[in-house]
């Protein structure tokens, strides 16, 4: 091989890069604004125009309440898509899940209110917002593996926090909207009347730029040799419970100990918390969101170099040490210290979770074989969400009321904290270990702390 050619080549592939970082970044982006834009709205509207003959407590219980059924399906979403991934295809994934959480937030954005039709409006909203779960289980597994299994192995890291940056770009697009609108047309009448749903019917525009995008990029290679060998597994999902089960757990709660933390701000309960309790600008609170977002975007981002320079765990268990300090302080920063006090807690609760989250992709992508995979990495990240984030706004919520005091939402933190960190100590890191088809045996064992590690194979010949 020339020289000329190895720089053609390696120039044809950082182009590749370059397409697939872009790819899985704006198409994550896209589905994670549609997702967090219904909880941003869940605590500044819902429960006035959908539940509101409930009574103002309850009916604020029953919009995060929305938040967290549509958690219960990401699983079913993630069994589809995992299966479907497995067997079809990463890509075609990829753009079905887009479409149908676009389709899905669109249509909140014209739906009527219970003013105007009764009992049939929130029973439609949350029809919607199921499918919005749906829709949500099955695109994280596909967007991360579309970017893990193209990079190169010293790079695992850094590519898998792509798609992980679209989740805070989701958040910080979600936040600035409905801010922008809070903002124009103030957070009254015109704003409980039309405003919010301006930034539900922009998703129409911006399914077709992800549409675009998505159907732009190469399958994975990984698949397309699986695909090559006809080695697709018949039922992925019944292999993965069968012979990987404890592993699932596990991972299911490292993610656990980030989601938890995390849907306090993407659920909505902070922001509720900060202007319902403590009376601040509804509009400053969002945008204080839109700050908090750009941290995480930043943590995640320098969380995915550091897994590829001191490995996935050691970057999580730092992660979760900051979680751990933080949890108290940050409602003391938002009782005492006012708007200030709520970007310095927004900005703790952004570094663990970036710390915690950018890491997440390499490592799932690096403990299921091949085979299974897809549905390895889709079902183990929904049912972390499920125990997770699912009903963390709600839980929070009810903690509060029955308390009166933020110490037991924070008790409730560091306990699902300490439970993500414990379980991190029982993975064990496998940095460049091979993703093909070729090394199924190496893949399958020796994930956890509980059985030896599985001695390393070498390299499959390049092809």
Request: glycine share 12%.
């Amino acid at each position: 091989m020339t020289l000329g050619t190895t720089m053609t080549s390696s120039a044809t592939r950082g182009a590749s890069q370059r397409r697939i970082a872009f790819a899985t970044i704006i198409g994550t982006t896209i589905e994670w604004y549609d997702f967090f834009i219904y909880a941003t709205s869940a605590g500044l509207v819902f429960a006035q125009l959908f539940f509101q003959p409930a009574g103002e407590e309850i009916a604020l219980l029953l919009s995060f309440a929305t938040v967290g059924i549509s958690f219960l399906f990401r699983p079913l979403g993630a069994f589809l898509a995992g299966h479907f991934g497995d067997v079809i295809g990463r890509r075609a994934m990829l753009v079905a899940t887009l479409v149908l959480m676009g389709a899905a937030t669109t249509l909140i954005g014209v739906l009527p209110t219970f003013a105007q039709i009764g009992i049939a409006a929130p029973i439609l909203l949350l029809t919607l917002r199921i499918l919005q779960g749906l829709s949500a289980g099955g695109e994280w597994g596909g967007a991360v593996l579309m970017a893990v299994e193209h990079a190169p192995a010293d790079r695992r890291g850094r590519a898998g926090s792509w798609p992980q940056l679209g989740v805070p770009l989701g958040f910080l697009l979600a936040s600035g909207m409905t801010a922008l609108m809070t903002g124009v047309i103030s957070p009254g009448a015109a704003f409980l009347e039309w405003g919010w749903r301006v930034p539900f019917l922009m998703s129409v525009v911006l399914i077709v730029v992800g549409f675009v995008i998505r159907r732009s990029v190469d399958e994975s290679p990984v698949f397309a040799e699986i695909a090559a060998r006809g080695k697709q597994a018949s039922v992925p999902i019944v292999t993965l419970f069968r012979r990987h089960w404890h592993l699932v757990l596990l991972a299911a709660l490292v993610f656990v100990g980030n989601g938890t933390l995390g849907y306090m701000t993407t659920g909505g309960f902070l922001n509720s918390y900060a202007i319902n309790v403590q009376q601040l600008d509804t509009t400053s609170v969002l945008v204080a969101a839109v700050f908090a977002a750009s941290v995480w975007f930043f943590s995640t981002l320098i969380a995915g170099v550091l897994a590829d320079r001191i490995g996935r765990r050691r970057t999580f268990l730092i992660g979760f040490g900051v979680q751990a300090v933080v949890v108290f302080p940050i409602f003391w920063l938002v009782d005492n210290g006012g708007l200030p006090g709520l970007y310095t807690a927004l900005f703790l609760i952004s570094i663990g979770l970036g710390l915690t989250y950018g890491p997440l992709a390499a490592w799932y992508a690096e403990i299921f074989p091949a085979s299974i995979r897809f549905s390895g990495v889709s079902v183990t990240y929904a049912i972390g969400a499920v125990l997770g984030g699912a009903f963390a706004p709600m839980i929070a919520q009810m903690l509060l009321g029955a308390t009166g005091t933020t110490a037991a939402v924070s008790g409730y933190l560091l306990l699902t904290t300490l439970l993500g960190g414990i379980a991190t100590f029982c993975l064990r890191d496998r940095p460049g270990i091979p993703l093909g088809p070729d090394h199924e045996a190496e893949q399958a064992t020796g994930a956890t702390i509980f059985a030896p590690p599985a001695p390393a194979t070498a390299p499959a010949p390049v092809r």
